[in-house]
């Protein structure tokens, strides 16, 4: 325990540098996570693919459109439990900066394949009967005081023309990377109203989302069903939703490769501020260390005190770096427009990531300044003056 | 022969945690010119407090000191800086020389403040290196000299500016016999040939001996003792 | 500041390791900022020189981007009938119905990408002159074939010079590799628009017109005419360049926030490295320091040269950080567009704003870094400071 109070006391012998490299550290962990946290955010929408769903698509790009009658061969497909679509609809909500998923779905089907919206029996009742409602997800209310019973007006693009819609359900988002912030009304009505304007568009699905009873299945279903439609003129693609999103991720990769790189480099900007402390403290009792050795403790002894302080201080600025982290994420979420990242959460991993890092820090900082002490012979250290 | 410096009725305090410890006491001093004057006591007595006043690198609590017609004590930061470089040679017991510099370097740092010229400072850097005998090491650094030659590198530096006064703060603690003899021979003659007036601190009663006269400090009060 | 430089160097290059160590860090973070700023910048170059500043492209209003703009064939005719269309010798409108698509191609390195498909009329020449082909030929209208921009064939492997593209139910030919010199368009492929719109069932309805003006200067009187047409309400011209442009923003915008943010975060590390640095050398030069002062050399000079240290430790770091982060240039990303959904290739691009940003960076980090422990240094007091020997 006399050890422990040589470490604690050592270390805070010259407290503005320590504080100094403390305050460096946190900074440092702070940055990290920040961007860690950004690039899990990237991912979220991977994270929030169920297992039990396929993507079917037109296999040249998602903005060509599927037939709906593809859907009763669809269904027919063994370990196919049910098969919804939708298509994305755009436009604009109020004005161009308002991000947020508009989709035109099967009503009768889509809740029960994405059965991690909750929505209360009544709501979704009340969604089926009535044509031109929607359903919103709970962060598009709070952000626009929406409740039931208001109407929101989209002006389309793709489908040009304003359209109303009437809020008839809020809902819940089961996990934490559910994206809560979709809005979704009936595909029937946008069809209705294109068999009326642009009928050369009616029928068109944006895609299928088939749900499966087994996962294990998924290569084979996709297969198969990609096989029935081979050759005709819409073909299709269908993957897992992971692999879908995936591939969404997949072309921001340079950024996020950017990303991760820049998180390396400041653990390693991390390790020379921590380092640099270590040798300066090091250098300092080069005397005092000879001193010790005199007195009998070995290289081992001298190694856990330079070891001990390295990682107090480590941990300290870390454990400060990680607690600063919860408000400066939050804040930074503040910033950016919600649509982006729907889900903007400190995982897990990024903590796990952040306490394994100060660790690794502390002992890499430490261990040439313990060279240093093991090397120098007792003579040259009590004449140093450094 | 006139007094060059005046101690009157100086007294030194330090205030640590608002108690007041008192180093110096009601000390009164005349030095005349040309004089070489020994200071001795044991540690704790004073005397390189009143060494660190009359150098001007610190302040009297009480009293005057007057230098060469200038009160000091009155002077501010800025003018004692300047009135230190044209009136006081320093010479430490650890030789205090800047360890990036080179000999030559070490020497001409006082006269950088002065207007002179290149050619002007090379003059005076080697006349003073010369009087200490080391013009064959003037490019050498510190660390490649041995502690008689680093004091004596230190001493051409005090010398440089030809000030009237030099001070000295146990010169030769650091040093073994053969180059304590050497310094303390090198002192006396900037004494009698170029008449400095020297003022130093000193334990060693050998290089005290070198001195016309030696004064003892006790617990901050001054003892009357002549030679 | 009388006291000489070469202190200042000499004490630089003295405790060489920890001095070391300091610059590298400082150099990082330079490195990551002028990084940043070359990323954002070089999306910006790309997407600003593509399109000119003499041509009018039009989009319907709602519209986010081009994929998701529709004008009919009824409206084409409308924006035909407009004052301040250029006109060829012939007598044929500089005007293009384009109708932009994406395609789904795979990338070098796995994984699939968007890509832009443009449709293009007989007047693309007239209408964008900086595109030329490099390999192969320009495709013929009325066929099945396709060029693509430089970009794209280094990344994507089935679009080489020779490959068949397979969509909307038919194989096109890569006949020809075009390029802009840098612009947005080197990530797009092209083809006949009337093939395309065959192809995939659209009739006549393209995503946007683009036409040229037959004087820049007349692009006002153009708006105005346009808006006072009522037919047209549902849309909006800009100048080509300017749409652009605008594509650009939310990504190098993103880029440049985040960038920034981090930076500024590391930037106090780096900074709080230098700091820790500088009071460690005041600490060692103690006695020298009053040494120093009872030579004379007064308050400021110590101030001064201590700063100046710290000056030179992080402006080495900057030159170092800057130097690294200009072989950047040498790279080049690509990424998904936010805002057309699709590939786009630039390059990292230095400026000289780029370069004297990062260097004040740099020696702004070493001021703030340097001045506290400065200041120590300057204030000691001179008996404390040789006692402490």
């Known amino acids: 325990m006399k050890i422990l109070k040589l470490i604690f006391k050592n270390s805070f012998r010259h407290k503005l540098r320590t504080t100094l490299t403390i305050f460096g550290i946190s900074i440092a962990v702070i940055a990290f996570g920040l961007l860690r946290t950004v690039v899990t955010a990237w991912y979220s929408s991977v994270k929030a693919a169920s297992a039990n769903r396929l993507i079917v698509r037109q296999s040249v790009s998602f903005i060509f459109p599927l037939p709906y009658s593809y859907r009763e061969k669809i269904a027919q497909v063994p370990g196919v439990k049910e098969v919804t679509f939708a298509n994305w609809f755009g436009g604009t909500y109020i004005d161009k900066n308002n991000f947020f998923a508009r989709l035109a779905v099967d009503a009768d089907t889509y809740f029960e394949v994405y059965n991690e919206f909750v929505l209360p029996k009544d709501q979704l009742d009340t969604f089926k009967k009535e044509r031109n409602s929607c359903v919103i997800g709970a962060d598009i209310a709070k952000k626009y005081h929406l409740k039931l019973g208001d109407v929101m007006t989209l002006d389309g693009d793709i489908y040009p023309g304003r359209w109303e819609f009437v809020v008839r359900g809020i809902y819940q988002p089961k996990f934490k990377s559910t994206d809560a912030m979709q809005m979704l009304f009936h595909w029937s009505y946008l069809d209705e109203t294109m068999k009326q304007e642009m009928p050369g568009r009616a029928g068109d699905v944006g895609w299928f989302v088939v749900l499966i009873n087994d996962p294990a299945q998924s290569a084979s279903i996709s297969n198969q069903i990609d096989?029935?439609?081979?050759?005709?003129?819409?073909?299709?693609?269908?993957?897992?939703?992971?692999?879908?999103?995936?591939?969404?991720?997949?072309?921001?990769?340079?950024?996020?490769?950017?990303?991760?790189?820049?998180?390396?480099?400041?653990?390693?900007?991390?390790?020379?501020?921590?380092?640099?402390?270590?040798?300066?403290?090091?250098?300092?009792?080069?005397?005092?260390?000879?001193?010790?050795?005199?007195?009998?403790?070995?290289?081992?002894?001298?190694?856990?005190?330079?070891?001990?302080?390295?990682?107090?201080?480590?941990?300290?600025?870390?454990?400060?770096?990680?607690?600063?982290?919860f408000p400066i994420v939050s804040g930074f979420s503040q910033f950016i427009p919600k649509g982006i990242f729907p889900v903007f959460e400190i995982e897990p991993i990024t903590i796990i990531f952040s306490c394994g890092s100060a660790i690794l820090i502390g002992i890499v900082a430490a261990l040439f300044p313990i060279q240093r002490a093991l090397t120098t012979k007792i003579v040259d250290g009590i004449r140093f003056s450094g | 022969m006139?007094?060059?410096?005046?101690?009157?009725?100086?007294?030194?305090?330090?205030?640590?945690?608002?108690?007041?410890?008192?180093?110096?006491?009601?000390?009164?001093?005349?030095?005349?010119?040309?004089?070489?004057?020994?200071?001795?006591?044991?540690?704790?007595?004073?005397?390189?407090?009143?060494?660190?006043?009359?150098?001007?690198?610190?302040?009297?609590?009480?009293?005057?000191?007057?230098?060469?017609?200038?009160?000091?004590?009155?002077?501010?930061?800025?003018?004692?800086?300047?009135?230190?470089?044209?009136?006081?040679?320093?010479?430490f017991q650890f030789y205090n020389l800047i360890p990036v510099l080179t000999a030559f370097e070490n020497v001409e740092l006082p006269i950088l403040l002065t207007k002179l010229s290149k050619a002007e400072r090379k003059q005076h850097v080697e006349t003073a290196l010369n009087i200490v005998g080391l013009n064959d090491r003037m490019d050498h650094y510190p660390k490649q000299l041995s502690g008689g030659q680093e004091q004596r590198v230190a001493i051409a530096r005090a010398i440089v500016t030809d000030p009237v006064i030099l001070v000295a703060d146990e010169p030769t603690g650091d040093l073994d016999r053969n180059s304590a003899g050497e310094i303390l021979i090198l002192m006396e003659r900037l004494n009698q040939e170029f008449n400095k007036t020297i003022l130093m601190v000193t334990h060693d009663p050998h290089a005290a001996s070198k001195a016309h006269v030696i004064r003892h400090l006790e617990k901050g009060d001054l003892i009357q003792e002549t030679v | 500041m009388k006291i000489p430089l070469k202190y200042i160097l000499r004490n630089f290059m003295a405790r060489k390791l920890t001095t070391f160590i300091t610059i590298a860090g400082i150099a990082l973070v330079v490195f990551v900022f002028t990084a940043v700023l070359m990323m954002a910048f070089g999306i910006q170059k790309t997407l600003v020189s593509t399109g000119s500043a003499d041509n009018v492209m039009i989009t319907r209003k709602a519209a986010n981007a081009e994929i998701s703009s529709i004008i009919g064939p009824d409206i084409q005719n409308v924006i035909r009938t407009l004052p301040h269309i250029a006109k060829e010798p012939d007598g044929n409108l500089v005007i293009s119905d384009e109708p932009v698509v994406i395609v789904n191609l795979e990338k070098q390195g796995g994984g699939v990408s968007n890509i832009t498909v443009r449709g293009v009329s007989p007047e693309i020449n007239q209408l964008r002159p900086q595109v030329k082909i490099i390999q192969g030929r320009m495709f013929t209208w009325g066929l099945r074939e396709l060029i693509v921009g430089d970009a794209i064939v280094k990344r994507f492997p089935g679009a080489q010079l020779g490959s068949y593209i397979k969509f909307a139910g038919g194989n096109w030919k890569i006949v020809g590799i075009f390029t802009t010199n840098g612009s947005g368009f080197d990530s797009e492929i092209w083809g006949d628009a009337l093939q395309l719109l065959s192809a995939f069932n659209r009739g006549s309805t393209v995503s946007t017109v683009t036409l040229?003006?037959?004087?820049?200067?007349?692009?006002?009187?153009?708006?105005?005419?346009?808006?006072?047409?009522?037919?047209?309400?549902?849309?909006?011209?800009?100048?080509?360049?300017?749409?652009?442009?605008?594509?650009?923003?939310?990504?190098?915008?993103?880029?440049?926030?985040?960038?920034?943010?981090?930076?500024?975060?590391?930037?106090?590390?780096?900074?709080?490295?230098?700091?820790?640095?500088?009071?460690?050398?005041?600490?060692?030069?103690?006695?020298?320091?009053?040494?120093?002062?009872?030579?004379?050399?007064?308050?400021?000079?110590?101030?001064?040269?201590?700063?100046?240290?710290?000056?030179?430790?992080?402006?080495?770091?900057?030159?170092?950080?800057?130097?690294?982060?200009?072989?950047?240039?040498?790279?080049?990303?690509?990424?998904?567009?936010?805002?057309?959904?699709?590939?786009?290739?630039?390059?990292?691009?230095?400026?000289?704003?780029?370069?004297v940003s990062s260097l004040v960076f740099a020696i702004i980090m070493g001021f703030v870094g340097g001045f506290l422990p400065s200041v120590r240094a300057a204030r000691m007091n001179i008996v404390t400071a040789l006692r402490a020997g």
């Open chain 2, 2 to 91: 006139a007094d060059i410096i005046q101690v009157k009725n100086v007294s030194k305090s330090y205030w640590r945690d608002s108690i007041e410890t008192s180093v110096l006491h009601d000390i009164s001093l005349d030095i005349k010119e040309g004089e070489f004057m020994a200071l001795m006591g044991p540690s704790g007595s004073g005397k390189t407090t009143l060494l660190n006043l009359i150098s001007g690198i610190d302040k009297p609590t009480r009293g005057e000191i007057i230098i060469n017609g200038t009160d000091i004590s009155r002077l501010n930061e800025s003018s004692l800086a300047k009135w230190r470089s044209n009136n006081i040679g320093f010479v």
């Open chain 3, 212 to 355: 040229k003006l037959d004087n820049p200067e007349n692009y006002d009187a153009f708006k105005k005419a346009f808006n006072l047409d009522l037919r047209l309400q549902q849309y909006e011209p800009i100048i080509e360049q300017k749409y652009f442009a605008q594509q650009s923003e939310m990504l190098s915008t993103f880029i440049r926030v985040l960038g920034i943010f981090i930076t500024i975060i590391f930037s106090l590390g780096a900074t709080i490295g230098a700091t820790i640095t500088m009071y460690s050398a005041v600490a060692n030069r103690t006695v020298e320091i009053g040494t120093l002062r009872s030579l004379g050399f007064n308050r400021r000079s110590i101030l001064s040269a201590f700063l100046l240290e710290s000056l030179f430790i992080t402006l080495a770091g900057g030159v170092i950080g800057i130097f690294l982060a200009s072989f950047l240039q040498f790279f080049s990303i690509s990424t998904l567009n936010f805002s057309s959904f699709s590939e786009l290739a630039f390059s990292f691009a230095l400026s000289p704003a780029i370069i």
């Open chain 1, 227 to 325: 096989g029935i439609f081979n050759n005709s003129t819409a073909e299709t693609k269908t993957e897992t939703e992971a692999a879908f999103q995936q591939g969404f991720i997949q072309s921001s990769s340079a950024i996020i490769t950017s990303m991760n790189f820049i998180s390396f480099v400041i653990i390693g900007i991390i390790m020379l501020v921590l380092g640099n402390t270590m040798i300066m403290s090091a250098r300092e009792r080069t005397r005092e260390y000879a001193v010790l050795k005199t007195l009998g403790f070995s290289g081992k002894h001298l190694a856990g005190i330079i070891l001990g302080e390295s990682l107090l201080i480590s941990f300290l600025g870390g454990g400060i770096g990680l607690l600063l982290t």
